[in-house]
């Protein structure tokens, strides 16, 4: 079953600052570069009942291709890199179909 | 621009009871039928970093329907009467492109 894969997350970096910028573009050139992900997308969270600003969200077919995502040295790398120590705060969420 | 209006909840119900079914059953009938309201899906939240079980979604064409949505009387009764007393925890976040 498909699983849509979400986290929503807030940077250490200035809104409209270009280590945001910077930080954003990256995400999407390495994390759709890794074999499984599709339908990547990031969002603005406005809402003011969160202080969370953005969100990455992808979709995996199955839980193996979610499962080898994870596995991924450039994953591995990416949260290693940047994702620990740009990211101030975040929130994980998986979706399927009900 | 368009607003997706999502929240990730958790209910008061034990999974897979009859006032589960029935609370999402009936939030779909009541939400649905408020002006405004398209794509309106139920999703499950199934990764293990978050305790909340269900998500609601759905899009606004701009601030001034999601606004008319929030004032419509059914959503007020549907809060007052349904959401304040079957939901145990919630999350609110609102998306628009980046």
């Known amino acids: 079953m498909a699983i849509e ?4 997350f807030r ?8 280590q945001e910028t910077e930080f954003l573009d990256s995400a999407r050139r390495t994390l759709t570069a890794i074999p499984g992900v599709t ?3 990031i969002k ?5 009942k ?4 953005w969100q990455f ?5 199955d839980q193996s291709a979610y499962d ?3 596995a991924h040295p450039a994953h591995v790398a990416f ?3 940047r994702w620990q120590t740009e990211v101030a705060a975040f929130q994980e969420y998986d979706f399927v179909p009900r």
């Not at 940077?11 to 270009?18: D, E, F, K, N, V």
């Not at 603005?44 to 003011?48: D, L, M, V």
């Not at 969160?50 to 600003?53: F, K, R, T, V």
């Open 5 to 8: 894969h979400t986290v929503v």
């Open 11 to 18: 940077l250490i970096h200035p809104a409209g600052s270009s």
């Open 39 to 41: 339908d990547f997308v």
């Open 44 to 48: 603005q969270q406005c809402s003011p």
């Open 50 to 53: 969160s202080d969370l600003a």
């Open 57 to 61: 969200s992808m979709r995996f077919a």
């Open 68 to 70: 080898a995502y994870n």
């Open 79 to 81: 949260v290693e890199q």
